[in-house]
């Protein structure tokens, strides 16, 4: 007997079916704000069905592609059909998750294990992964940016990791009144109607931060660690050289890659983009707003 449970994230639903007992109600809880009783099968981005039978999804094929993080390790095998399975490897070591995803990636099968951490991480990147592929032909970006909201726009800060996007939140949150944290890890871009929103996810990294919110997207910063503060607007092909490196997408594949190409470019075209080299100070904190707010007064 599996439980049957509805999402939306991002404006998009998915459906989770999962055997009794398979995950606690912790591991579940960032997906809470985002239940929804009711699933229309036409409205529905994809379906993923937790099964208990891991040698079930063996790929006896070739290794495509290797991925790491610092998260752990992600292995994707290719089929003949078109169709894909996914080993997930924890820093432990850990074999936690194997998935198998359809061809036009709206249905799959995963099974997961390990520590409640390790399944917790096979389920957030399953569903991420799952998300990510099945949404790009539909103008929506899944991004890593840590993002604030203020007088109702949303603001993003991109970098490599360690770059300081939290910290930089954390500088508006503690200086700019009326800042709020929207989402510290996985925000979802989408554009509807030709106007561009950002939405919290229920991906958020470390940070417990878990909005069912949209709003529309009022800048989106890169930063860059430097001695000083420093913040130039960015066009064209380096506006989208900033944005690309923080999507998620497999690059390799083109299909997908052109579809997040023409989402990024409605983007650049709609909404300032900034370079920010910076200090971990509320100087710069200071500089990103009053340069932001600007573009929306």
Not at 59 to 65: F, L, M
Not at 190 to 197: E, S, W
């Amino acid at each position: 007997m599996s439980e049957i449970l509805n999402y939306c994230v991002g404006g998009h639903m998915f459906t989770l079916y999962i055997p009794k007992g398979m995950l606690s109600e912790e591991e579940l809880k960032p997906y809470t704000p985002f239940r929804t009783e009711s699933c229309f099968i036409e409205e529905r981005l994809f379906t993923l069905n937790l099964i208990k039978d891991k040698e079930t999804l063996s790929a006896n094929v070739q290794v495509s592609t290797d991925l790491e993080d610092e998260n752990g390790k992600t292995t994707l095998f290719t089929h003949e059909d078109g169709s894909m399975t996914i080993y997930l490897t924890a820093v432990s070591g850990c074999q936690c998750c194997r998935i198998r995803i359809s061809k036009d990636y709206h249905t799959a099968k995963a099974w997961i294990g390990g520590t409640p951490s390790e399944r917790r991480y096979a389920l957030d990147t399953t569903l991420m992964l799952l998300y990510t592929f099945a949404s790009a032909k539909l103008d929506t970006l899944l991004i890593h940016a840590s993002t604030i909201k203020y007088d109702g726009k949303g603001y993003l800060f991109l970098g490599k990791s360690g770059t300081g996007k939290s910290t930089h939140s954390h500088l508006w949150l503690e200086h700019i009144e009326g800042s709020e944290l929207l989402n510290d890890d996985n925000p979802i871009i989408r554009i509807l109607d030709g106007n561009v929103y950002v939405y919290g996810s229920s991906w958020s990294g470390k940070t417990n931060c878990y909005r069912n919110i949209r709003i529309p997207v009022g800048g989106i910063v890169r930063l860059h660690q430097a001695p000083f503060n420093r913040i130039s607007p960015l066009s064209g092909i380096k506006a989208y050289a900033t944005i690309l490196p923080s999507c998620s997408c497999m690059k390799w594949n083109h299909e997908m890659a052109e579809e997040i190409h023409s989402t990024i470019s409605k983007v650049i075209e709609r909404i300032p983009i900034y370079s920010l080299e910076c200090l971990p100070n509320q100087e710069a904190a200071h500089l990103s707003f009053e340069t932001l707010r600007s573009n929306n007064e």
